[in-house]
């Protein structure tokens, strides 16, 4: 059964680079029947599609963040990454990896997520 | 975007008892293909999310028959024909027909 599993940076302040790592077991970041996404919760609000990568390469990025977000792909290491720069306490949430079945759509639902990890930002 | 509008935001539920959720989108979620691209998922109590329902009526694999998914277009419903105990957590619908995906601002079941 294919597991995900978050690592990475927990406690940022103002202005530096969110950097988290996505860790796949029982599955390949290379394969064509998974888009690997990012997706966060802030505290007490809705979740957020942050963005996905296909096949190593393609990426999709939600507008509202686009011009902060890199998702990339190792497949030595068979993970996937999220950087997000110049970062504020609005970006303060629990961010989860997910993996979406590559049907029609590249993105259709996301199973399986990792058990997340919160990033706090903080002066 | 996509606009997920869910109703109730909270609803308190009796073991035994059926509950039902309600999801609005501000569009229709049916993908050039024919299959709606509606989904539901159940977060528990300090748990990451669970995939309930796919394609608006499609149960994942392993999760009970008690859980049903209808609805077309716009207007969906999640039904639990006997609430459970296990079943408290927050419920949410997400579409998947284009991106950016969004979700529904989630319902809280929890047990009266």
């Known amino acids: 059964q294919m597991q995900l599993q978050e690592s990475g940076s927990r406690l940022l302040k103002p202005s530096e680079t969110l950097s988290l790592t996505c860790a796949i077991s029982?599955?390949?970041?290379?394969?064509?029947?998974?888009?690997w996404n990012w997706i966060r919760q802030p505290p007490g609000k809705d979740f957020e599609w942050i963005g996905y990568?296909?096949?190593?390469?393609?990426?999709s990025y939600n507008p509202s963040l686009k011009t902060r977000v890199t998702i990339s792909a190792d497949r030595s290491k068979n993970h996937f990454s999220l950087s997000l720069n110049s970062v504020t306490a609005a970006d303060t949430a629990v961010y989860y990896c997910?993996?979406?079945?590559?049907?029609?759509?590249?993105?259709?639902?996301?199973?399986?997520w990792g058990q997340g990890i919160l990033a706090t930002v903080s002066s | 975007d996509i606009v997920m509008t869910q109703s109730p935001l909270s609803l308190p539920v009796t073991p035994g008892e059926p509950a039902s959720i309600s999801c609005r989108s501000s569009?229709?979620?049916?993908?050039?293909?024919?299959?709606?691209?509606l989904a539901w998922y159940l977060q528990k109590p300090g748990q990451s999310p669970q995939l309930l329902i796919y394609?608006?009526?499609y149960r994942a694999p392993g999760v009970p028959d008690r859980f049903s998914g209808s609805g077309s277009g716009t207007e969906f419903t999640l039904k639990i024909s006997r609430v459970e105990a296990e079943d408290v957590g927050v419920y949410y619908c997400?579409?998947?027909?284009?991106?950016?995906?969004?979700f529904g601002g989630g319902t809280k079941v929890d047990i009266k």
């Open positions: 029982a599955g390949s970041v290379s394969s064509g029947a998974y888009s």
């Open positions: 990568i296909y096949q190593t390469g393609r990426t």
């Open positions: 394609f608006a009526s």
């Open positions: 569009q229709s979620l049916v993908y050039s293909n024919g299959n709606t691209y």
């Open positions: 997910a993996g979406s079945k590559v049907g029609a759509a590249l993105v259709g639902w996301f199973d399986p």
């Open positions: 997400m579409q998947g027909v284009e991106t950016p995906i969004t």
